[in-house]
């Protein structure tokens, strides 16, 4: 094979997730075909390599060490842009639906259409080198002569262009845009004019029975190399396929032949474990016989290599179909620069995440060559860990989720919630909004309210909450569809857990859990380990740990904390569930939850840059300065990464302001236990937690619950009620509720949905 046909290009494997568009710029200066996304860096034991197509949730390791098509550089940052084909997903499916079962019997290769119309068949028509050249590429070398190109060059692009059909890797997008737009049969189109887009070809369709196969497939995806009697269907011209990712072709090839059969329901089509059962089932049959699906299973390097040797002049990669089909139709004068897209497009569908270790094993012993070959990086099925199970078993929840949720309840249609607080209070009680009558904006039918807090009414902290229009802010801003598929974690300590009740309590009064007589869809977790879930509608994820990454110490004893709960959301034990471990390792952060489906169980979850994190120092102060410190050494190690779009959005929550000093607001201490009410007044400048996250986060970290003027709320705190008339302490830093926690969960949403917008 001519050197000149392969360019090799390192790969960089120690860069992180996915290009960012900064990084987009120099990627482009190496190569205008290498844009792609790079693999996850290899980790501890425990972990294994991913990649993300679109998030996380599907491998996608599509990092090609070896480009070969060939492209004359050009300086356009536009055309870089255009070539952009992150968003293109490309599936080969129209002429397989269509054709295939024509060709199940290696004998039987010739279509109705050409034995009704009686065409005389010649073997060699259709093969570029023995025909005239089209009329462009003619013109095409005319031009390049006026122009005074080199001799070489000419000779170069003189040579006509093939098309080598590898299944599942989007030739039908290729072969229906080439004869619609340019005429010109490629793939099937070369055999049967009779198929839509196929039809009105000037030169003639070949004969398939002269072109047999030594695989039962048809002609169009017969390997080059594998044609009987050692003909070359492709002799005298330059030719390019498109190979995949091996993990997701064959994913799509599941799709493709279910999808075909049209007789498995959708739960089932979207079952990983019928989907994992399946593939393994067909790959050992193509192991054992050396075929399956009419073809559709043979490797890519079979068609691409013969005895070590490249067969093909050119090499595309599916992940960036788009921009490589450009640059080469440009290198060839080809006048088809867009690609259409011949989706089967299919609700729900899987990814290959949700491969298991042993179809990964038979994956690798099918496709093993190409993984090399093509630069795809091969999952060790050994090292399938923690983090990977969890990735499955977050895709089969997901997918539970949305078999089973309601479509979101619509506010009352053409009417607005009024300003005025009877207005609001009435709107409080339409069935549409979930709400109670106990004239509380929510009251104990919320499931997560702590009787003790609910004296919102008598303290007036629930006038307060109405007033600030804290349901209706909630409810649109789950209603609008940004939070979709999101996960919302809360941090920190009882304080915090109020801010959870509230929003969690809010978002039920708004109509918008997924079902709260499902307790599927909702789980107080472990009360004494401090975690709490609900699923919202639109599949987000609400959660409180106390926790979560590692990170804050509590003063809490073990009359408190049940000891097996603790440590099993709380292990230190593991690495792997430290947050700034996990910066410092460049991996993705872990946390565990109660399970939805069981909450006795302990499940792994996954933060992504699709993910928002609120975290609290506390405020217990014999741990503060201590979780502050390691707060601020996880930003300052998330600020310095190479890659900031692995992490999910931080968020500092400030201190929610205490009234046990009628001058700054103090924090408990023994001298407080007598005393019978809280300051209802205090000044925040002069409060120690005020000053100590000023200077630590303020300006340089996103904040929230500054400015909510707490300070003046002091009336609002517990103060003794929730002790039941028991003697003991006052209470001036938890809240009344409804009340104060309310106005941080307003604005929480609203800073969430301030975050997707700037993504």
Avoid at 197 to 226: I, R
Avoid at 255 to 282: C, G
Wanted: net charge negative; charged share 25%; hydrophobic share 35%.
């Amino acid at each position: 094979m001519d050197g000149t046909q392969t360019e090799d290009r390192p790969r960089d494997m120690t860069s992180s997730l996915t290009r960012t568009l900064l990084c987009l710029a120099s990627v482009a200066a190496v190569s205008r075909l290498l844009h792609v996304k790079t693999p996850y860096t290899s980790v501890d034991a425990g972990r294994r390599n991913l990649r993300s197509l679109e998030s996380l949730g599907s491998f996608s390791f599509s990092d090609p060490k070896t480009t070969v098509v060939k492209s004359t550089p050009h300086d356009d940052p536009a055309a870089v842009g255009r070539g952009d084909s992150d968003d293109v997903i490309l599936l080969d499916n129209g002429h397989d639906e269509m054709i295939d079962n024509e060709f199940r019997d290696e004998d039987q290769v010739v279509t109705e259409q050409s034995a009704e119309d009686g065409t005389q068949n010649d073997p060699a028509v259709g093969r570029r080198g023995e025909n005239p050249l089209p009329p462009y590429l003619a013109a095409a070398e005319d031009k390049g002569r006026q122009d005074g190109q080199q001799e070489a060059d000419d000779q170069q692009n003189s040579l006509p262009l093939e098309f080598v059909d590898i299944p599942k890797t989007g030739g039908s997008s290729v072969e229906f845009t080439a004869a619609r737009d340019a005429q010109i049969a490629w793939g099937v189109c070369k055999f049967d004019h009779s198929i839509p887009l196929c039809y009105g070809l000037t030169s003639q369709p070949v004969d398939g029975k002269a072109w047999k196969c030594k695989h039962k497939t048809t002609p169009w995806h017969c390997p080059p190399s594998q044609f009987q009697m050692n003909m070359n269907l492709y002799e005298g011209s330059d030719t390019f396929a498109v190979v995949s990712n091996p993990y997701d072709r064959i994913v799509r090839q599941y799709y493709w032949a279910n999808t075909q059969e049209k007789r498995l329901p959708p739960e089932k089509l979207n079952d990983p474990d019928y989907m994992n059962d399946w593939i393994q089932k067909h790959l050992t049959s193509y192991s054992r016989r050396g075929d399956c699906l009419g073809g559709h299973c043979i490797p890519m390097h079979i068609y691409t290599h013969l005895d070590g040797d490249q067969v093909v002049t050119h090499i595309l990669h599916y992940e960036t179909l788009a921009f490589d089909f450009e640059q080469l139709m440009k290198h060839y004068n080809i006048p088809l620069e867009q690609l259409d897209n011949h989706d089967l497009v299919v609700d729900g569908q899987l990814g290959s995440n949700v491969l298991n270790a042993d179809t990964v094993k038979i994956v690798n012993e099918w496709a093993g060559p190409d993984f090399d070959l093509f630069g795809y990086e091969m999952v060790n099925p050994d090292d399938l860990s923690e983090l990977s199970q969890a990735l499955e078993e977050e895709a089969k929840q997901q997918q539970v989720m949305e078999e089973n949720s309601l479509q979101f309840q619509q506010m009352m249609e053409g009417a607005a919630l009024q300003e005025t607080t009877q207005e609001l209070a009435a709107a409080e009680e339409t069935p549409q909004l979930g709400l109670t009558e106990s004239g509380a904006i929510y009251d104990e039918s919320c499931p997560l309210l702590p009787i003790q807090f609910f004296v919102g009414l008598q303290t007036g902290s629930n006038q307060m909450s109405i007033e600030a229009r804290t349901l209706p802010t909630i409810a649109e801003a789950i209603e609008s569809g940004q939070l979709s598929n999101r996960k919302i974690l809360l941090v920190g300590d009882s304080v915090m857990g109020q801010v959870y009740t509230s929003l969690s309590c809010l978002a039920l009064a708004a109509g918008q859990w997924t079902d709260p007589t499902d307790k599927a869809f909702w789980s107080n977790g472990h009360v004494d380990a401090r975690v709490k879930r609900v699923k919202l509608k639109g599949n987000t994820d609400l959660m409180l740990s106390s926790w979560a990454g590692e990170m804050l110490q509590y003063g809490w004893t073990n009359a408190n904390i049940n000891k097996d709960l603790h440590a099993a959301f709380k292990s230190q034990s593991s690495n792997d569930y430290d947050w700034i471990k996990s910066c410092e390792m460049n991996v993705h952060m872990l946390f565990q939850m109660p399970s939805l489906t069981d909450p006795d169980e302990v499940e792994t979850m996954v933060l992504t840059n699709r993910d928002t994190v609120y975290i609290h120092g506390t405020v217990h102060p014999g741990h503060r300065l201590e979780n502050l410190e390691r707060v601020s050494q996880l930003f300052q190690c998330m600020a310095s990464s190479d890659d900031p779009s692995k992490w999910p959005r931080f968020v500092y929550v400030a201190s929610m302001q205490q009234h046990f000093d009628p001058d700054e607001g103090g924090a408990w201490s023994e001298e407080w236990r007598d005393a019978t009410e809280c300051a209802s007044s205090v000044n925040p400048t002069l409060w120690d937690y005020y000053k100590e996250e000023t200077q630590l986060f303020a300006g340089y970290v996103p904040m929230i619950g500054r400015d909510l003027g707490m300070e003046d709320m002091g009336d609002f705190h517990l103060g003794r009620m929730n002790l039941q008339g028991k003697a003991g302490s006052l209470d001036c830093t938890h809240w009344s509720l409804p009340g104060v926690p309310d106005l941080i969960a307003k604005e929480m949403l609203l800073n969430a949905r301030g975050i997707v917008s700037e993504q």
